[in-house]
């Protein structure tokens, strides 16, 4: 399973393939960041994960594309974990934030967590229409 849009990551990337991947990864985010890009297509490296979590993340980047949310409960039943919690342990251990989108997972009952903090994750889902944007006392 593969992250929507990415390309397989190479097993041992050279120094200036590494180099490269960070600037296209840079340039990608930064389009996503000004809503230009709902995909990315940098590769990933995936061997520093545990099985458990690669599971997990490649199933989260299935569940929850661009736009939308599901919660540790969903995500949980979807990959045999018995305990939501465990969920949320996993993406706080999440090495590619934003890339393998961890803030799209939410709580049954609000945001839930997220290690950048809860408004930065705020931010994202309403840039990803998940989330209406907030009105400022000046909009009304």
């Not at 960070?22 to 099985?51: C, H």
């Not at 594309?65 to 251990?93: N, Q």
């Amino acid at each position: 399973m593969r992250l929507p849009g990415a390309r397989p990551a190479r097993s041992t990337p050279g120094a200036g393939d590494a180099a490269a991947i960070a600037a296209e990864a840079a340039v990608q985010l930064g389009q996503y960041a000004r809503g230009e890009r709902e995909q990315f297509s940098v590769p990933l490296d995936w061997s520093e994960l545990d099985a458990d979590q690669r599971r997990v993340l490649e199933a989260l980047c299935e569940l929850a594309p661009f736009g939308r949310t599901v919660t540790y409960g969903e995500l949980a039943r979807a990959t045999g974990i018995d305990d939501p919690r465990e969920i949320g342990a996993l993406m706080a251990r999440n090495p590619l934030p934003v890339l393998v989108p961890c803030h799209r997972v939410v709580a049954a009952d609000g945001l839930g967590g997220y290690g950048g903090g809860l408004e930065l994750k705020r931010r994202l889902l309403e840039l990803e229409g998940a989330l209406p944007p907030r009105l400022e006392l000046g909009d009304v």
